[in-house]
């Protein structure tokens, strides 16, 4: 796992997330509104924390399209592997920092979360956050059964959940990322209680 905290420093890692963003919302976009309607593009900024410092202006946005129907103008944001739903950070970091939380020394989490700029408290919600919320959701409930062997317990998220996915660390970080991506949107979030 100490390579996954360099990844949140790289660029690269970024521009691929945002190139897989953009799939998402193209496949939002061909699938229109509930009603029948066409989607325009309704992206808006974020400012979303604890990315490299020269990170492009473009990936701070978030995608998202509006219904050109009249009477409809229903808000449609499609799944992100960037941004995880609200959260001030950006979803890798919380994903890493969380996983990170429970492995490292006192010392060598301190000197990363310097780096990165996230206080004590805000790991601490983080991980209250995996092991209570995400744990209980009807989304995790359902998920578990697509994992083998067993998923993990709530107190090993999300760390034991990115050891489930192949491939060196970059891809399990980004596997993780694609597999939760659906509790990133506001339908998903609403679900997320029990």
């Not at 963003?21 to 924390?49: M, T």
């Not at 000197?111 to 919600?125: A, F, M, N, P, Y």
């Not at 990115?162 to 506001?186: H, P």
Request: net charge positive; charged share 25%.
């Amino acid at each position: 796992m100490p390579r996954l905290a360099a990844l949140l420093q790289q660029v690269s890692l970024y521009v691929h997330l945002q190139r897989l963003d953009d799939d998402l919302a193209a496949e939002a976009r061909r699938a229109g509104c509930e009603c029948g309607g066409r989607l325009h593009s309704a992206r808006y900024p974020r400012k979303p924390r604890g990315g490299p410092g020269e990170i492009g202006a473009g990936i701070m946005w978030r995608q998202s399209f509006c219904c050109a129907r009249d009477g409809c103008r229903r808000r449609v944001t499609p799944p992100s592997v960037r941004f995880l739903g609200r959260k001030v950070f950006f979803g890798p970091v919380v994903v890493v920092l969380s996983a990170l939380g429970a492995t490292l020394s006192p010392m060598r989490l301190h000197r990363l979360r310097e780096i990165i700029g996230v206080s004590l408290r805000t790991l601490k919600r983080w991980a209250s956050w995996w092991q209570n919320d995400f744990a209980s959701s009807r989304f995790w409930k359902a998920a578990q059964g697509r994992l083998a062997p067993p998923a993990p317990t709530a107190t090993k998220l999300p760390g034991a959940l990115v050891a489930r996915f192949d491939g060196d660390e970059e891809k399990q970080l980004i596997s993780t990322l694609r597999f939760i991506s659906s509790v990133t949107t506001a339908t998903a979030r609403n679900s997320m209680a029990l």
